[in-house]
């Protein structure tokens, strides 16, 4: 089933034709709205979030305690947080809880930070399995954790949105803010990976 056959496809198609109507826009400034959104959305937001949050210990702690205003500081989103529309939660990986995100619903994601949803975050398949048994899920993504390890499965929805914080990688003592940022992946903010 292609994304256009989905019936939430067809319910926003629906939605967007009386906007249309109604001479509130056009076909086309909805989609350079789109295009203009999605150009700034990418993974490399959330990794800087997180690289700062290694490097500066006040800046974690104030990414822990509220993340749109972290979001916000860092010029990576509306410089008002009620503007986001959702509240994001960031959750911090110890050596103790691993967290992992999901949206058993849809497809729930902080796209500013983490760039598109990957296919499958919105299959059916991740969606019900990484709740009922999240230490399979993340063995067969290759992240296998030792059972002591707790997993902390975050269930995201239209009002609150959450990112993994990643734990600083061994060995990075000595590498710049940048350069830790290039080591985060989208998968490690899902936390479908360690980093």
Same mark, same amino acid.
């Given at each position: 089933m292609s994304h256009v056959d989905l019936p939430?496809?067809?319910r926003v198609r629906r939605l967007e034709e009386r906007v249309i109507a109604a001479g509130l826009t056009t076909d086309e400034r909805l989609e350079s709205f789109l295009r203009e959104f999605l150009v700034r959305a990418a993974p490399s937001n959330g990794a800087r979030l997180a690289a700062r949050a290694w490097t500066d210990p006040e800046f974690r702690e104030r990414l822990l305690a509220d993340g749109n205003a972290a979001v916000a500081e860092l010029g990576l989103g509306p410089a008002d947080p009620a503007r986001y529309?959702? =509240?994001?939660?960031?959750?911090?990986n110890t050596a103790r809880v691993h967290n992992v995100i999901v949206c058993t619903l849809c497809s729930c994601y902080p796209v500013p930070l983490l760039g598109p949803s990957p296919s499958w975050y919105k299959?059916?398949?991740y969606r019900a399995r990484v709740v009922r048994e999240p =230490?399979?899920?993340l063995a067969e993504f290759g992240t296998v954790l030792p059972d002591e390890v707790e997993i902390a499965v975050w269930d995201s929805s239209s009002e609150a949105r959450y990112m993994v914080l990643?734990? =600083?990688p061994e060995g990075t003592g000595g590498l710049a803010e940048?350069? #830790?940022a290039g #080591?985060?992946?989208r998968e490690g903010l899902i936390g479908?990976? #360690?980093?």
């Open positions: 939430v496809a067809a529309g959702y =509240r994001l939660q960031v959750v911090a299959s059916n398949a =230490r399979a899920v990643p734990r =600083r940048d350069e #830790l #080591l985060v992946t479908t990976a #360690l980093v």
